[in-house]
């Protein structure tokens, strides 16, 4: 799993648990939360650095239809027209996230400090807050998530190498079906 998938993964962790809790925040006012657990709060939310998941998904979505546009145009058109087209999708796709990556951006930052700051505060007490910021700064932390992409890799290509046999037939007669049943929807 790449880091885009995990930062994706965080995302929609995230949007669920807000989704989740909105409602009690809706429901009635929350408690004034001291200036000391207000620092605190600022600096989980300063380590953990969820302002990038608006973009982080806007750029998993991007790659994705740039993706889809590539295998749809793959062996019906034409290399030239097929490499033009694609080169105006990247350009439209560039400018897509040139565009929309700072609303994104503006929307989590006021989303942080109106939904996610009151959540940390209600749901952890200083002395929990102090933990989490001694883990989130933890040098064992960030040595593992440093290891991570490559015990992905390492795991990735061994299940690869050990299911081969069994799966590279099976995928190779799902690419020949879909290619089949692509044809046959493309052909007057």
């Known amino acids: 799993m790449n880091q885009t998938s995990k930062h994706i993964r965080r995302g929609l962790a995230l949007l669920v648990l ?7 925040y809706a429901a009635g006012d929350t408690a004034p939360v001291s200036p000391a657990k207000q620092a605190l709060v600022d600096k989980v939310l300063k380590l953990w650095n969820p302002d990038s998941i608006g973009e982080t998904m806007l750029n998993g979505y991007v790659r994705n239809a740039v993706e889809q546009a590539r295998v749809m145009l793959q062996g019906r058109a034409v290399p030239d027209k097929r490499d033009a087209a694609m080169n105006d999708i990247v350009g439209e796709a560039k400018k897509f996230l040139a565009e929309t990556t700072p609303v994104a951006r503006a929307s989590a930052d006021k989303l942080i400090q109106s939904k996610l700051a009151p959540m940390l505060a209600e749901r952890y007490s200083e002395d929990e807050l102090k933990q989490l910021i001694a883990l989130l700064e933890s040098p064992v932390k960030k040595k593992f998530e440093a290891m991570v992409p490559e015990m992905q890799k390492t795991l990735g290509e061994g299940v690869a190498a050990d299911t081969r046999t069994v799966i ?11 290619g089949l049943r692509l044809r046959a929807a493309v052909t007057p």
Do not use: H, R, T
């Open 18 to 24: 807000s989704a989740a809790c909105a409602g009690a």
């Open 168 to 178: 590279d037939p099976k995928l190779q007669a799902l690419q020949e079906k879909i």
